[in-house]
């Protein structure tokens, strides 16, 4: 028989233990289920949380476990692969074939990020191949930086940088510049180093610099690339859950979804959040939600007593 919750939240980074964190004080019946691949994990530190800034990213999520364990939440490892209407409530499945039953599910699944293909960058993401100029600019203030031309918002991306460091090369790769950007570029001091980007250059596990098609070399300290952000909303599209003008899985102000009874917070539904955004929507939602269960625990409450009241 499967296990009985209140809730199941499906994801255990920021997001998801924030809101198991709410629940479990609210005295719910609360499970987490996480597969342990939070998106920011090859980073070192965390940025730009107040009273939390520079800790690693996995020492807050460990923090955070013992925090919700404290209140009686289950922490459960592993993969759901589907959440199914359950008549009442939902059935999430895990991979391996457990199955929980809660009366509503909160998905805070998180996003991955998509690089371009170019050698070197994938081993480097988070160390020195950086997307965040607020999470990672003012470690890298005043060094030498590029930008890569692998996305359409890359040029802008470069003129913000410039906030953070006079040393700015924007390697064009396969983005053909226009007259308008080149003058932006210029304008704000960034060079550009044209021709196709082959491959990063690392020295003694470092970044050295960006090798172009033609063999030049450009010493840069960090690379910053816009990657492509796909969150993990799987189980969410499965549901029926529509999505935004964006393609993103739509949710109100609190996180409800268009299917009554799954919420969600985060990067699955919000791929620009950072830390302490995920952490916050996802409170938000865990408040929503409980009211939510109030509303029908009201209305069992009231049938109850009028069944008793009935036959008296
Ligand atoms: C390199 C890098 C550095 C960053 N640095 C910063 C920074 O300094 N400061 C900052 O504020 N933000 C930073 N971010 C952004 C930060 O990673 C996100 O804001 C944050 O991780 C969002 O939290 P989340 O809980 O929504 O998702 P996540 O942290 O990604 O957590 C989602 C969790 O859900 C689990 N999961 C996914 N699918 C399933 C499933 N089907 N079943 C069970 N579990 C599942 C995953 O394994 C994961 O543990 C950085 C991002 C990157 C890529």
Redesign the pocket.
């Known amino acids: 028989m499967a296990a009985e919750y209140d809730v199941v939240v499906?994801?255990?980074?920021?997001?998801?233990l924030n809101a198991a964190l709410v629940l479990g004080r609210a005295r719910r019946r609360v499970a987490v289920?996480?597969?342990?691949?939070?998106?920011?994990a090859?980073?070192a530190?965390?940025?730009?949380?107040l009273s939390r800034d520079g800790m690693p990213?996995a020492a807050l999520l460990a923090v955070g476990r013992e925090e919700v364990a404290g209140y009686g939440v289950e922490l459960l490892t592993?993969?759901?692969?589907a959440i199914v209407p359950g008549e009442p409530g939902f059935l999430v499945r895990l991979a391996g074939g457990a199955l929980l039953r809660a009366r509503r599910v909160l998905v805070?699944?998180?996003?991955r990020?998509e690089l371009p293909g170019i050698p070197g960058l994938r081993e480097r993401?988070?160390r020195d191949v950086?997307?965040?100029p607020y999470?990672?600019g003012y470690e890298m203030r005043d060094e030498p930086l590029g930008i890569l031309g692998t996305h359409p918002g890359a040029v802008r991306h470069a003129l913000l940088l410039r906030q953070w460091s006079h040393d700015v090369t924007f390697f064009a790769h396969t983005h053909d510049l226009t007259d308008e950007e080149r003058e932006g570029l210029a304008g704000r001091g960034v060079r550009v180093a044209g021709g196709v980007v082959k491959r990063l250059v690392v020295e003694e596990d470092r970044l050295y610099g960006v090798e172009l098609a033609d063999g030049r070399v450009v010493p840069r300290r960090a690379v910053f690339v816009l990657p492509r952000t796909v969150p993990?909303d799987?189980?969410l599209t499965a549901l029926g859950c529509e999505r935004d003008d964006t393609g993103a899985v739509r949710t109100d102000a609190t996180g409800r979804t268009s299917v009554p009874g799954v919420w969600a917070?985060?990067?699955?539904a919000h791929p620009r959040?950072?830390?302490?955004?995920?952490a916050g929507t996802?409170s938000a939602a865990a408040i929503a939600l409980d009211h939510d269960l109030l509303r029908e625990d009201v209305e069992r409450a009231v049938e109850r007593h009028r069944t008793v009241a009935g036959a008296a």
């Open positions: 499906v994801g255990g980074g920021a997001a998801g289920v996480d597969g342990g691949a939070p998106r920011n090859p980073a530190h965390m940025r730009g949380f990213p592993g993969h759901v692969d805070a699944t998180g996003a990020d993401w988070g950086l997307h965040c999470c990672h993990h799987g189980p917070a985060g990067n699955v959040a950072q830390v302490v955004t995920a996802s």
